[in-house]
C-alpha cells in the first residue's frame, strides 16, 4: 500500500511581485503531496493554491484526502483524471505519479513521455512586475539575456511609457503582455494600434473570461492573443479556438502535466500556438511544465526565479533559459 503525505511549506521571494489585480506577493506557500510505495521508492508533486478561485492549503489538503484510500491503493494518471476535478490538487498528485513512475521503472519523466532525446533548456520569458516606469527599466537591464520579457501593466497612463522605456534599451527583445482580463475591446483595439511600434508579439489574456466571445473575427495587426484566464482545460481549447491565437496552459489549471499534454496536442491539431505557464512556485512545480514546454511556441516559467529559497537540485535559470533540474522526473 502507498502512503500518502500533505503538507504545506513556504517558500519566499526574494523580490516582491506585483500585479494590477490583487495584493502584491511577499511569500508563496504551497502544498507538497508525497507518494511512497512499498519498496520506499518517493514521488513528489507541488499544488499551490490560487486566490483568484478560492483555493486555500486546506481545500487543497481536503481534496487529496477526499481520495486518499484510491491514492493508498495505488490510481494510474489516467484513474486520476476520473476521479478528481481539474485544478491544483490534481495537479500535485499528477506530479507525484509521474515522479514516482520515474523511480519505478527507471525511466525518466521524459522518456516516460514518449520523448526520443533528453529534455533541454528552454527559453524562457522574464516576468516584470509591475513598478514605476523608471523601476521596471532597471529592472529590464538585469536581464539582458532574456529575449522575451513579459511585462505586466497597470491599465494607467504610464502603460505605454513602459512599453517605449524598455523597448528602447531592449529593441531586440519580444515585449509580451499580460493584461489579466482587464480591458474592454475598444482598449484592446487601441493598444494594437500602437503597441506594434514597441517589440510587443503578444497579449495575454486581454478581455474578462465572459467577454471573450468579442474577440471573434478581431483584427490582432500581428500581435498574437492568448487566452489565460479563459484557458483551463481541453474543452476550453476547443470551445474558444474561434477567439485566440495561442492558448496558455498550466498544469496548475489542467490539474496536471497528464492532461496538460492532451490539451497541447489538441491545440496544435486545432493550428493554435501553445505558451506553457506556471505561477509563482517552486522548481517542483515548474519542471513538469518544463518537460511539457519542450514542444511549445512560448514558455513562461520564470515561477522559481523568484524564490530565494528554492529546492534543492532545481531548474536554474542561465542565458535567458530555464534548465531541467534533478529534483523531479528522475529515476
Ligand atoms: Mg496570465
Redesign the pocket.
Known sequence: MNQIDVRPEMFHLHTVFNIARGTPDYDKEVVLVTITDENGLVGRGEAIPCKRFGETVDFITNQVNSIRTELEMGVTRKQLMDILAPGTARCAIDGALWDLEAKQTGKPAWEIAGHSSAWKPVDTVQTLSLDTVENMVKEAKKHPDSKILKIKLGGGADDMKRLEEIHKIRPDASLVI?A?EGWSLDELKEFVSKAKNFGVTMI??PLPKDKDHELIGFNNKGILICG??SIHVLDDIKSRADRYDMM?VKLDKAGGLTHAFEMMAEAKRLNKKVMV?CMLASSLSIAPALLLAQDCDLADLDGSWWLSDDRPDGITFSGGQAHPGTLWGQP
Open positions: 499580460d489579466n495575454e489574456q489565460d484566464e496558455n505557464g
